[in-house]
């Protein structure tokens, strides 16, 4: 009996390790995936699945043009522009210009702008593209 335990031990033992190396089909197949373009397209913000709404019920949003280095946008009462830079992984937002209209309530405006200064990092999920400092999620927009 302990000869026939010894024998079925070492024959599942092999059989392991005979396909632990193996490689799968389907694990040969796969291909990195190809980078989302987060480019020309207009990128809304969102808080709980709703898009943001600023003064005039317009939406608050941005555009990316990697072509050209440049996001503008609406932050709330004012249009930005800004320089966009992507270099080793690390994403910025720089150089911001806005215009200077009077509004009540800005500091959301200015809440959403300083945290579009801190971005170093972003992910595409979807539709969504979310803005990163670190692992801290600063912002999430949504493309319709």
């Known amino acids: 009996m302990k000869k026939i335990v010894t024998l079925f031990s070492a024959t599942l033992l092999m059989s392991f390790i005979a396909t632990s190396c193996s490689t799968s089909a389907s694990t040969a197949k796969i291909k990195p995936k190809a980078e989302v373009s987060i480019s020309n397209q207009n990128w809304y913000l969102i808080n709980d699945n709703n898009v943001v709404k600023g003064l005039y019920d317009k939406d608050v949003m941005l555009v990316i043009?990697?072509?050209?280095?440049?996001?503008?946008?609406?932050?709330?009462?004012?249009?930005?522009?800004?320089?966009?830079?992507?270099?080793?992984?690390v994403t910025s937002f720089v150089n911001f210009s806005e215009t200077k209209m009077a509004c009540p309530n800005l500091q959301e405006e200015k809440a959403f702008l300083s945290m579009l200064k801190s971005v170093n990092r972003y992910e595409v999920s979807g539709k969504e593209l979310h803005l990163y400092k670190g692992n801290i999620l600063l912002l999430t927009l949504k493309t319709l």
């Open 65 to 89: 043009d990697e072509a050209n280095s440049t996001v503008s946008g609406f932050a709330g009462c004012n249009n930005f522009n800004a320089s966009f830079t992507k270099v080793s992984g």
